[in-house]
């Protein structure tokens, strides 16, 4: 056997991170291979060379909750419980017995992870959202504490162990065999390493235990401030309602009245951002005089100073807000509109779906609208009722990723990533209406308002659409009635990313990088976009925008599933006149002892000096309404609006929708056959259309031949890699998107994907050579 060689500099023996070469079982041809071993974050992976680990990984076996056990002096054995076992030979007993110590307590740590995020899903599932100080309470003090003290025990079990066998030893050299001093030398070097482990761990319980001291004076600090300021926020609402009410009194006709008495008490800046509070009645938002919106402030200040725009840094900016009122001031509304009477008819229009359709004719013409000389469908043919045991599939699927698992149609709908993205412009009328605003603060308004809109459909599809393939393609011609056409791309596949973009008849630009992260805790399951969302309307030049909100769906083992949608949405103007203008929206989180109703969306559009021109106020699953801010006080935590508008009305779904995937219209013809396509085109590939048609059974076995045939093709990239490798020349480029161009984003990490303008205009001549055979 060929020695091993363990890497240098890799961490010490009792280090739950460590790597090295190692020899693995394979078959009972080959026997033992030399492969790469890493272990990191609880997992054990390994490679055939330290090449591969920036894009292939051989084999992970998660030590969460696996068995470790040694064979022989040599070798040693990981299992988790059936599904997957390692069987892996050391170069001696001392490597075999450092590796184990190093997978011991990379478990430990797991198990503890897996405890703390429990801990952490029960916080958070309260009524109380935690704040960054309070995440450093008594608790998690305690579980620091008692982590390093878990490690000690885990040390403590192997010095006793090892010196029991190094005892074993010198009891006999009374009668020295032949390779006494060697097995002596042996016991010795691994008591000497256990020794460094829990002196090491030792170090480290001691260093908690004397930093545990200050930070628990620190949180009791922090949570008498936060007592204190609530009490100061409460008594400032109360006066402030007060002072509302009699001003609402006194002038009838005026909702908000002179503003004195708020004005006097809303100084004081916090640092929490509160779900927006409102006064009066919750009957309805016409009925609402006024309401009270924390908005974040010092953002123009912050982006010139040239601190950091990423994502950790958003969110500390988000951290510091104001309280804004938002008093509606009717006379102003009546008299721009006319007088009561034409202010109330026009309210009536605008409320009238009728009068929606008249505006937005393309609404209604979805119904209508033909293809190929025909009606479009109405629907897709019926979902059929599978049994299927969801436990024989999720066990599989402890600690990969989830793009990476291969799940059946069972738990799809028929359309792929790149049809769903397409239902984003279902409502493309709100954007219709944005291109006609001069008044880049009412055109950021509208373009929140269509952002809102892409949500509508979440609320009751809890399916999971097709994993496109690499390469595959999807176009949406719509100009005839809808007034937008769409081309999409899977430009990428570890990680899986999506490239789309989308022009409007009526001037405007939309495109957008959808690629995401998933966080799955056998409760819930948590998507988190990553990439981003723009839209363009070239007469002005304005530019906006913006990332996606986080969408969780819950009860995925037991129980009903539903989705929520949370978080905190900042739309950028970048371009044009709308440069520094930005619009906050609050997705507000589903909470049991919420005051708030559920899927509520609360909003502010300021311009670049930090006045809110702008306010908006809805249900992400219904509807939104926008109201111009008309006055503000001079620090502006008081503002009059005028009457609230109708942006965006959700269409009503089908009646029998729940019986084919709770589709919508546009869904349900997304699918729909179409000549003339590429020949990647979602509408041909074939699992999915064998799922339409209700044959699953045929649908699973396709789609595990279109994965195979994805796998393969990878392989044979990575083996001509290699190859390059070995002859010292530069490995074959990976395969570029057809109908996007990849280039450097400035200031980012990632590569930028725009539109090339080729794909409309290779339709028109039916030129598909650039595409490849992946169906």
Not at 85 to 101: G, K, L, N, P
Not at 339 to 366: R, Y
Not at 681 to 687: F, I, M, Q
Request: glycine share 6%; charged share 25%.
């Amino acid at each position: 056997m060929s020695e091993v060689i363990v890497a240098k500099g890799q961490p010490l023996p009792g280090d739950p991170e460590k790597k090295g070469w190692l020899f693995k079982w394979t078959n009972y041809l080959k026997g033992y291979q030399r492969r790469w071993f890493v272990l990191s974050n609880g997992l054990l992976s390994y490679y055939r060379n330290q090449a591969e680990m920036v894009h292939t990984c051989r084999g992970t076996i998660s030590l969460l909750g696996a068995l470790i056990h040694t064979a022989d002096s040599c070798t040693f054995v990981i299992s988790n419980g059936g599904t997957q076992t390692f069987h892996i030979r050391a170069h001696d007993e001392v490597e075999r017995q450092s590796w184990v110590t190093a997978l011991e307590l990379a478990k430990a740590k797991a198990i503890r992870a897996q405890e703390s995020d429990d801990d952490d899903d029960q916080i958070n599932s309260g009524p109380v959202p935690q704040t960054e100080g309070e995440s450093e309470d008594a608790g998690g003090i305690a579980r620091e504490l008692n982590a390093r003290f878990h490690d000690l025990r885990t040390c403590s079990e192997l010095v006793t162990r090892h010196g029991a066998a190094l005892q074993r030893s010198l009891v006999d050299l009374e009668i020295p065999p032949s390779d006494t001093a060697k097995q002596v030398s042996e016991r010795a070097t691994l008591f000497r390493i256990s020794c460094n482990a829990m002196m090491n761990a030792c170090s480290e319980f001691m260093s908690a235990a004397a930093t545990s001291s200050a930070r628990m004076s620190r949180a009791l600090q922090h949570e008498r401030e936060q007592k204190l300021r609530l009490q100061e926020i409460v008594e400032q609402l109360a006066r402030q309602h007060d002072s509302l009410e009699k001003t609402a009194r006194s002038t009838p006709h005026a909702a908000g009245g002179n503003g004195s008495g708020p004005n006097n008490d809303t100084e004081d800046e916090e640092h929490e951002f509160f779900d927006a509070v409102e006064e009066g009645t919750s009957s309805g938002m016409e009925d609402k005089n006024s309401f009270v919106i924390k908005v974040p402030v010092n953002r123009k200040n912050k982006v010139k100073s040239g601190e950091s725009s990423d994502e950790s840094e958003a969110e500390t900016e988000l951290t510091e807000t104001q309280q804004v009122i938002f008093v509606e001031d009717k006379e102003r509304a009546e008299s721009a509109m006319g007088g009561p009477e034409v202010a109330a008819a026009n309210l009536k229009d605008l409320n009238n779906k009728e009068m929606d359709i008249k505006i937005w004719p393309h609404v209604s013409q979805a119904t209508d609208s033909m293809i190929e000389g025909k009606p479009r469908r109405t629907r897709v043919p019926d979902k059929p009722n599978y049994p299927l045991s969801l436990w024989s599939i999720m066990k599989n699927c402890i600690g990969k990723e989830l793009s990476k698992i291969p799940i059946p149609v069972n738990f799809s709908e028929p359309l792929s990533m790149l049809q769903r993205l397409t239902e984003d412009y279902e409502y493309s009328y709100i954007l219709d209406q944005a291109a006609t605003f001069s008044d880049p603060a009412q055109q950021l308004a509208y373009v929140a308002a269509f952002t809102v809109s892409s949500y509508a459909t979440t609320a009751n599809r809890t399916t999971k659409p097709f994993n496109p393939l690499l390469g595959e393609t999807y176009e949406c011609d719509r100009m005839s009635d809808l007034g937008w056409r769409v081309i999409s791309e899977q430009v990428s596949h570890h990680p899986p990313m999506v490239a789309q973009f989308c022009e409007g008849v009526s001037g405007w630009q939309c495109w957008q990088e959808f690629t995401m992260t998933s966080k799955f805790r056998g409760k819930y399951l948590q998507v988190i976009p990553l990439g981003g969302a723009y839209a363009y309307f070239p007469a002005s030049g304005n530019k906006y925008s913006w990332r996606k909100v986080t969408t969780t769906v819950h009860n995925i083992i037991v129980g009903k599933l539903w989705v929520d949608n949370h978080g905190d949405m900042e739309i950028v103007g970048e371009a044009g006149p709308a440069a520094g203008y930005v619009a906050h929206l609050k997705y507000v989180p589903y909470g049991y002892f919420s005051k708030d109703t559920q899927r509520k969306v609360t909003g502010v559009v300021k311009d670049p000096n930090g006045v809110p021109r702008y306010v908006l106020q809805g249900h992400w699953d219904t509807r939104v309404e926008v109201a111009a801010v008309t006055s503000a006080s001079a620090d502006n935590t008081v503002c009059k609006t005028g009457k609230f508008t109708l942006a965006w009305e959700r269409v009503p779904a089908p009646s029998d929708c729940d019986k084919w995937y709770n589709f919508t219209l546009l869904a349900a013809q997304l699918n729909e056959a179409e000549s003339g396509v590429a020949p990647t085109d979602s509408r041909l590939r074939p699992d999915q259309r064998l799922m339409e048609e209700g044959l699953w059974d045929e649908a699973n076995v396709e789609k595990l031949r279109l994965e195979e045939k994805q796998r393969a093709a990878r392989r044979e990239l990575e083996a001509a890699a290699e190859e390059a490798a070995a002859r010292g020349s530069p490995p074959p480029p990976p395969r570029a998107p057809v109908w996007f161009t990849r280039q450097a984003a400035p200031g980012q990490p990632h590569l930028r994907h725009l539109y090339n303008n080729k794909y409309w205009e290779c339709k028109q001549k039916q030129d598909w050579s650039a595409c490849a055979d992946i169906f």
